[in-house]
């Protein structure tokens, strides 16, 4: 089918008015019922379309209806040429509230906002045994006043089950290199780049990208020249994300995006993801920063105070994607694999890429210039989140399970106590405290709060008395870090259990604290900068090497 050829005005006793949005396979638009007067949107695609995605989507309505978000399904069916869907009539896709805010990354409490309800969606869809497939910002939409603070997901057209509805059991993993269904932006570098079968943890990578994506100026590096148009193009994309490090990707914004998707990509094949804990993190990152204690999404935001707000010096505007070349476009339609109706889904190219074509054809510029907000740094002064703040959790959703702190906010007021220890057997306890939160994380790596915390404890072991230690085992790298290549694995694994071996020979609070950098810039280098159990050990060895040292 074409996108040209439009629906009848009355299809199936839905009166068609405005056009909603485009995808590649059809079209949505505001439709009202002739007798009972709803008003719908309603997806409307020609039955011979190539890539007949309505088909497959109303095969997932049904599970997901009463889930919080989830679009009603009123009516679904075929008339004459076309097959329809009569779905619950939404507001516009978060792709749409950034480009009309003239902003080019949203602030951080929209985003924390969005993080914790599209988890909870993902939760919802993977606990009904579906898996989306096509998580990016126009599958995001907000809902209709009253139900515009929250976020629906939409476009079930990539969807699949991962249950195998006969032997409940999750759908099997495989060797076999799949063709890519997704989106080019956000889709996991194991279904995008590696020809993986996708799970629940693809999903939630997914999101965890787009959330990246949203906090961070001009967006994720390789979403920045727009729509591939060939294949060296897609290639040199699936190229960069494949090789971009997540500390580079979260250089400026809150550890907690890091370490969310570090998570999502060690997860395996089956795992179920920790959604509550991860909702969590992004509800106390948000409390931390001074922002209410919810989830609704409030658009546009409310007024940031100044100190809150971040203006980069160097400012660029976002890059419009540029409109396909309809020769392009033809050649993508015609590389479009063979349908297989009769078994399992179809496997459809990088329908996203074309869809994204045929938008910014058509909408011509999305320009996204205009001030940044970035999140306010981290302070010094930690406030406590008291209990009775965690009692406001949104009644729809399961209750988390009980998490005091974030690991950011632990991390940072053992790096005061540190400062404030009067006491080697002080020092050693705040050190113990440290190993305790670490392994209470799920993500043992080491985050800017935690480098912070080595960083006092280094300068409290190497002299009490001075404070004025420059920074020795920062996060952050300097130029000088960067020619350095980073540490192999295995190197790091055995200067980590040196460090551990070794540790009770130290004659000096300051042989101490020459540990304690060699452990920072050793852990700074690797890849994963997760503490190992050798690392756990060495500083267990440290306190207790603390509490002799009297
Ligand atoms: N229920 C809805 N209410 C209001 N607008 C909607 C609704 N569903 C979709 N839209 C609008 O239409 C756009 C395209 O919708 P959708 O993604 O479902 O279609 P698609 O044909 O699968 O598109 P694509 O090929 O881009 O994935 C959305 O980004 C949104 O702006």
New binding site residues.
């Given amino acids: 089918m074409s996108n040209d050829a439009r629906p009848p005005r009355v299809l199936a006793n839905w009166y068609l008015s405005e056009c909603?949005?485009?995808?590649?396979?059809?079209?949505?638009y505001r439709a009202q019922h002739v007798h009972s007067g709803r008003v719908?949107?309603l997806?409307v695609q020609n039955v011979d379309h190539e890539c007949p995605?309505n088909r497959y989507e109303r095969r997932f309505y049904p599970a997901l209806q009463g889930g919080e978000g989830m679009?009603l399904l009123y009516a679904a069916g075929v008339e004459g040429d076309w097959d329809y869907l009569a779905?619950?009539?939404?507001?516009?896709?978060l792709?749409?509230l950034l480009r009309k805010s003239g902003q080019d990354a949203m602030d951080l409490r929209s985003v924390c906002c969005i993080a914790m309800q599209v988890i909870s969606r993902l939760e919802i869809m993977h606990a009904r045994g579906i898996l989306h497939r096509?998580i990016q910002l126009?599958?995001c939409?907000i809902g209709l006043a009253p139900n515009d603070k929250k976020i629906?997901m939409?476009?079930f057209?990539f969807s699949k089950q991962y249950i195998d509805p006969y032997t409940r059991r999750h759908i099997p993993d495989s060797k076999a290199k799949r063709d890519f269904i997704g989106n080019y932006w956000f889709s996991s570098i194991g279904v995008h780049c590696k020809g993986k079968v996708p799970s629940r943890r693809d999903d939630m990578e997914a999101a965890a990208l787009m959330f990246i994506h949203l906090l961070t100026p001009r967006g994720l590096p390789w979403t920045r020249n727009g729509v591939p148009k060939t294949d060296d193009a897609h290639a040199r994309l699936k190229q960069a994300k494949r090789h971009a490090r997540p500390e580079d990707l979260c250089r400026d914004i809150p550890s907690e995006f890091e370490e969310f998707l570090r998570y999502c990509r060690r997860l395996k094949f089956e795992e179920q993801p920790d959604y509550a804990q991860w909702r969590e993190e992004f509800r106390s990152l948000a409390v931390e920063q001074g922002f209410p204690n919810d989830d609704a999404f409030v658009w546009p935001p409310p007024p940031i105070p100044e100190q809150n707000v971040y203006r980069s010096p160097t400012k660029t505007p976002r890059r419009t994607p540029a409109p396909m070349d309809p020769d392009d476009m033809e050649d993508i339609l015609r590389g479009l694999g063979n349908l297989d109706l009769g078994g399992q889904r179809v496997v459809l190219g990088d329908?996203?890429n074309i869809?994204?074509g045929v938008?910014a054809a058509q909408q011509g510029s999305g320009k996204k210039p205009g001030a940044l907000i970035k999140p306010k740094p981290k302070q010094n002064i930690i406030i406590s989140i008291n209990s009775s703040s965690e009692g406001s959790q949104d009644s729809r959703t399961p209750a988390p399970p009980v998490r005091q702190q974030s690991k950011a906010l632990q991390l940072s007021q053992l790096r005061v106590r540190v400062g404030d220890a009067r006491d080697n057997a002080a020092l050693g306890q705040a050190v113990l405290d440290f190993v305790g939160v670490m392994r209470g994380c799920t993500s043992k790596n080491l985050t800017k709060e935690g480098f912070a915390f080595l960083d006092a404890l280094h300068k409290k072991l190497a002299d009490p008395e001075a404070f004025a230690q420059p920074m020795r085992t920062s996060r952050s790298r300097t130029s000088s870090d960067r020619a350095t290549d980073p540490l192999r694995p295995q190197e790091k694994l055995s200067i980590v259990r040196r460090l551990n071996l070794t540790v009770q020979q130290a004659k000096s609070s300051q042989a101490l604290a020459k540990m304690v950098t060699e452990f920072g810039t050793v852990t700074n280098r690797s890849t994963g900068r997760t503490i190992t159990k050798d690392g756990f050990a060495f500083f267990e060895g440290l306190a207790t090497k603390l509490r002799t040292l009297q």
């Fill in positions: 909603l949005g485009s995808g590649y396979s059809g079209s949505i719908v949107a997806k995605t679009p779905i619950e009539l939404l507001g516009p896709s792709d749409s096509d126009g599958n939409t629906y939409i476009d057209g329908r996203q869809a994204n938008r």
